[in-house]
């Protein structure tokens, strides 16, 4: 009998017993396995999941009490569950999104999947409920993945422990890494509490004394380890870490053993007061490929054979990651004073090439990004040059320590921001959309964007050679696809692309959408209408050679994959009236909302920046200035600049 067809709520768990929900684990991670290889997504942390969602599950009563996940990607098991078990779409347009989502269902409260909030949300709801005369309801924050590391969890646990009397339980997902191993000291200390012998010993005879009494004793061996923790957490010291924060704790418990998580979090739920409760547990649980992957344990996947885990190839073209990784290593090699920072993402990054030859030289701080860039301006003051390589989504969450910390400082700290622009299917909070418009108004502040892998190497050689700014390389996610060379270069470092005789409309691009800014000149030309495409290189300050270029035009498009509202487009508009420029400019980027999840072709479409819209939209333009056009409407002969819609 397969239990999990007949789950399609929470409450379908309440009749269970604890052997059918063991059942149950097994058939989720059947499930997460097959599912999961063909879409991608990550696997490792879910697989780690399965039996302390379950618990969880089984003795709340969500939505009522509120789950919080942190980080939302260990949220896979949650929506099973939940009632949400078509999983052939998960992180495509259509489908379920890979983090939790309020549109999915009424379960999902945060949203967010920037790392170490859930104990804030968490705090906020609790004394929301409380000050409602809501107080019987429980709020459940599960923090793992290294969610621990963040600075934001430790803030939250000092106000929690502020007041006593509110419903909140604290579930620690203990697997003893993020990406890779967690670092710092608080790892240290769970690190200790895994191994310490004393723990494991008593663990290892309790449990197998009562398994010699057959089903019985182990049923009462479960209730010991879920109402002892008393005892056991005095006998190996760990209450120590809580003590001052007068936060009662119960662990640890074996985050695999769905009686003891059951009776550990009923006993958590009955408190009445905060409890922090220490689960213990495997990332990659029960799938052989993700345990014997030492470097992320199948962290995230792409698609893979799930008998193997092997990836099933889809081309074999450079990732900007990959080309960065490459790239670092030669300028590390000749120049000993660079090192390398990232906030548990050594290798999604690309950073662990450095670090595997020059280990000394790379620091990974755990997802802690403001330390981080701080950390970064004191390497920088003592004589070195720091290379902070992080996602560009999660730069905002140091913002301030870029301009208070590094920019006023004048310190030298170059930035590489992988995942720039739209990122696709990891949904709102991922896509690196913001990075252009927040940062561009640090003062002193130099950004690159790298057309291609030859761009790349070029621009963040000359990145580490600033020492009294902080400087940016931002590109995007995926594969870096053709190299354009440029027709001449500027004085001031301004690649020209495309330069036709008669000059109607100067098209300037940022980064990898200088492949569409091509494209569009073509569509053009096919309309007698003159194009030059210039890629900038350094984007901020914008060069002035930008602005000499659209004086000399009737019409200026700028075309960038960041947010357009305050993006580099408008700092162009600025510079030009700055300089008594009054060419009309259509600046083009992505709106100033969330985006859904969904590839990055379908979202550059729905936003409309693909090269026919462009180009209708400069037609129009082109119309209304009078300059006369080939053909009154746009056309094209190449499917390539087509829509789908509009291919034969």
């Known amino acids: 009998m397969n239990i999990l067809e007949g789950i399609n709520g929470p409450r379908d768990l309440d009749g269970l017993s604890t052997q059918q929900l063991t059942q149950l684990s097994q058939e989720i991670r059947e499930f997460l396995i097959e599912n999961v290889s063909?879409?991608?997504?990550?696997?490792?942390?879910?697989?780690?999941?399965?039996?302390?969602?379950?618990?969880?599950?089984?003795?709340?009563?969500?939505?009522?009490?509120?789950?919080?996940?942190?980080?939302?990607?260990?949220?896979?098991?949650?929506?099973?569950?939940?009632?949400?078990?078509?999983?052939?779409?998960?992180?495509?347009?259509?489908?379920?999104?890979g983090y939790p989502q309020r549109s999915e269902s009424e379960h999902d409260i945060v949203e967010s999947s920037h790392a170490s909030s859930s104990l804030s949300w968490a705090?906020?709801?609790?004394?929301?409920?409380?000050?409602?005369?809501?107080?019987?309801?429980?709020?459940?924050?599960?923090?793992?993945?290294?969610?621990?590391?963040?600075?934001?969890?430790?803030?939250?646990?000092?106000?929690?422990?502020?007041?006593?009397?509110r419903n909140l339980v604290i579930v620690v997902n203990d697997n003893g890494r993020s990406y890779a191993p967690t670092i710092g000291g608080m790892a240290h200390f769970l690190n200790s509490v895994r191994t310490r012998r004393s723990y494991r010993s008593l663990h290892g005879s309790s449990e197998k004394f009562f398994g010699t009494f057959g089903g019985p004793g182990r049923a009462l061996y479960r209730g010991i380890r879920g109402g002892a923790h008393g005892f056991l957490s005095r006998f190996s010291n760990n209450e120590a870490l809580y003590s001052n924060l007068d936060i009662k704790y119960l662990g640890p418990v074996h985050g695999h053993d769905i009686g003891a998580l059951v009776e550990t979090l009923e006993q958590a739920k009955s408190y009445g007061a905060p409890v922090i409760v220490h689960a213990i547990t495997e990332k990659g649980r029960g799938y052989e490929p993700a345990l014997a992957d030492v470097a992320d344990q199948f962290h995230a996947v792409g698609q893979i054979d799930p008998a193997t885990g092997e990836p099933i190839e889809t081309g074999g073209a450079a990732s900007w990651t990959s080309v960065f990784s490459?790239?670092?290593?030669?300028?590390?090699?000749?120049?000993?004073?660079?090192v390398g920072i990232t906030a548990a993402m050594l290798r999604p990054t690309g950073l662990h090439r450095f670090a595997e030859k020059y280990p000394a030289r790379v620091h990974d701080v755990g997802i802690a990004e403001q330390h981080a860039v701080t950390s970064a301006a004191g390497l920088a003051f003592g004589g070195l040059h720091p290379v902070v390589a992080l996602y560009a989504t999660f730069v905002n969450r140091a913002f301030d320590q870029v301009l208070m910390d590094v920019a006023l400082h004048r310190a030298g700290v170059t930035f590489v921001l992988d995942r720039a622009g739209v990122t696709?299917?990891?949904?709102?909070?991922?896509?690196?959309?913001?990075?252009l418009a927040l940062l561009q108004v640090v003062p002193n502040i130099r950004i690159a964007a790298p057309r291609d892998a030859a761009r790349l190497r070029e621009e963040l050689g000359e990145a580490v050679?600033?020492?009294?700014?902080?400087?940016?390389?931002?590109?995007?996610?995926?594969?870096?696809?053709?190299e354009y060379d440029a027709l001449r270069r500027t004085d001031d470092g301004v690649d020209v692309l495309r330069e036709d005789e008669q000059r109607d409309v100067l098209i300037v691009t940022v980064g990898s959408m200088a492949k569409t800014g091509l494209q569009v000149a073509e569509l053009l030309a096919a309309q007698g209408i003159g194009a030059t495409v210039i890629d900038p290189r350094w984007v901020v300050p914008v060069p002035r050679s930008v602005i000499d270029f659209a004086a000399d035009h009737r019409i200026v498009i700028t075309i960038e994959d960041g947010v357009r509202v305050g993006?580099?487009?408008?700092?162009?508009?600025?510079?030009?009236?700055?300089?008594?420029?009054?060419?009309?400019?259509?600046?083009?980027?992505?709106?100033?909302?969330?985006?859904?999840?969904?590839?990055?072709?379908?979202?550059l479409n729905q936003v409309g920046l693909t090269p026919q819209h462009i180009a209708r939209d400069v037609v129009a333009q082109v119309l209304g200035s009078k300059i006369p056009i080939a053909r009154p409407l746009l056309e094209s002969d190449s499917d390539e600049y087509r829509l789908p819609a509009e291919r034969s």
């Open 38 to 97: 063909r879409t991608g997504g990550h696997l490792g942390p879910n697989l780690g999941v399965v039996e302390l969602t379950t618990a969880i599950h089984r003795v709340f009563d969500s939505p009522r009490d509120a789950v919080v996940f942190d980080t939302g990607h260990q949220s896979y098991v949650h929506k099973i569950l939940t009632g949400r078990k078509d999983f052939t779409k998960l992180r495509s347009q259509g489908g379920l999104a």
């Open 123 to 165: 705090d906020g709801i609790s004394r929301a409920f409380e000050m409602t005369g809501q107080g019987d309801r429980h709020v459940v924050a599960v923090v793992g993945d290294g969610a621990l590391t963040g600075g934001m969890t430790w803030e939250a646990l000092n106000n929690i422990s502020d007041d006593n009397s």
């Open 326 to 338: 490459e790239e670092i290593v030669k300028l590390a090699d000749a120049n000993p004073r660079l």
């Open 424 to 435: 696709g299917p990891d949904g709102a909070s991922h896509h690196g959309m913001w990075d």
């Open 465 to 482: 050679t600033v020492d009294d700014a902080p400087t940016v390389i931002r590109f995007a996610k995926g594969t870096v696809g053709t």
């Open 567 to 603: 993006g580099i487009g408008t700092r162009i508009r600025q510079d030009m009236r700055a300089h008594g420029v009054d060419t009309a400019v259509n600046e083009l980027g992505l709106p100033d909302t969330f985006l859904d999840h969904g590839s990055r072709d379908y979202i």
